[in-house]
């Protein structure tokens, strides 16, 4: 078993997706369907990578990143907003961008890598 990743989108059927893809890949995985729950969990547990949705209720994605626990977790924001959207996140914070129509190969290529190099 690989290790656990966190999921982090208001939307049920997404997280579940993505769940079943990182499961397939011998990765456990646990949800968070928002932003403050997310960062309850991650002062709970280490999480060596989050898949942080930008566009949710409550705290964005940003706002998570503005957030993080240390040690911080690798962030890859997998989301549906543009690269525009984003692009002030993507300064600001050390993370990755992924947009949710990628396609699992992506997911698969940018999860490995990062688990790879991680520090932790």
């Not at 939307?11 to 968070?32: C, K, M, P, T």
């Not at 709970?44 to 977790?73: N, Q, W």
Request: with cysteine; charged share 25%.
């Amino acid at each position: 078993m690989n290790g656990r990743i966190l999921i982090v989108d208001d939307d049920h059927d997404w997280r579940q997706f993505v769940r079943y893809a990182l499961e397939d890949l011998g990765y456990e995985a646990a949800e968070a369907s928002n932003g403050a729950e997310a960062l309850a969990m991650m002062h709970r547990e280490h999480f060596p990578i989050v898949l942080l949705d930008e566009g949710m209720p409550g705290l964005s994605g940003t706002e998570v990143l503005e957030r993080l626990p240390e040690p911080a977790p690798r962030i890859v924001l997998l989301t549906s907003a543009p690269a525009e959207r984003v692009r002030d996140a993507l300064s600001r914070h050390p993370c990755y961008y992924l947009p949710k129509d990628a396609g699992p190969d992506a997911l698969t290529l940018i999860v490995r890598s990062l688990e790879s190099h991680d520090p932790h």
